[in-house]
């Protein structure tokens, strides 16, 4: 008895907690606007819930910031022709975000411009 009482408790627990877990929104990047920098790659996470690309860009100062901007999910930027191995570190790219409302260097991304031209659309 006391067993199913716990099973019981412990699926309400759950049922409880899936909509806390619900997917975040973009309220806080300026989505009407958009950002274009001349960037180096520092790294380029290829997972979910989303990809994340890690860059070097220089601001209006001329100083290096450490930029961060978040795509959709690997197999819908597969779709797009992007793989695992699209970017890398060093890579030389221009990258067009909606950048955060709050001045902070990081942004949703929209594309990725390599250094031959090609383009890697992150919006579907």
Not at 6 to 30: D, R, T, Y
Not at 49 to 72: L, M, R, T
């Amino acid at each position: 008895m006391r067993t199913g009482l716990s099973i019981v408790f412990i699926m309400g627990l759950f049922m409880f907690c899936i909509p806390v877990g619900a997917h975040h929104g973009n309220a806080e990047f300026a989505m009407t606007q958009s950002v274009s920098l001349q960037a180096t790659v520092t790294d380029f996470m290829w997972t979910n819930p989303h990809i994340v690309i890690y860059f070097d860009a220089k601001n209006e100062n001329g100083q290096v910031q450490h930029w961060s901007c978040e795509a959709s999910a690997p197999p819908h930027l597969h779709r797009a022709g992007w793989d695992r191995d699209s970017l890398k570190p060093g890579d030389h790219v221009t990258v067009v975000a909606h950048p955060a409302k709050n001045g902070q260097p990081v942004g949703i991304l929209m594309k990725v411009v390599l250094a031959d031209g090609h383009e890697l659309n992150a919006v579907l």
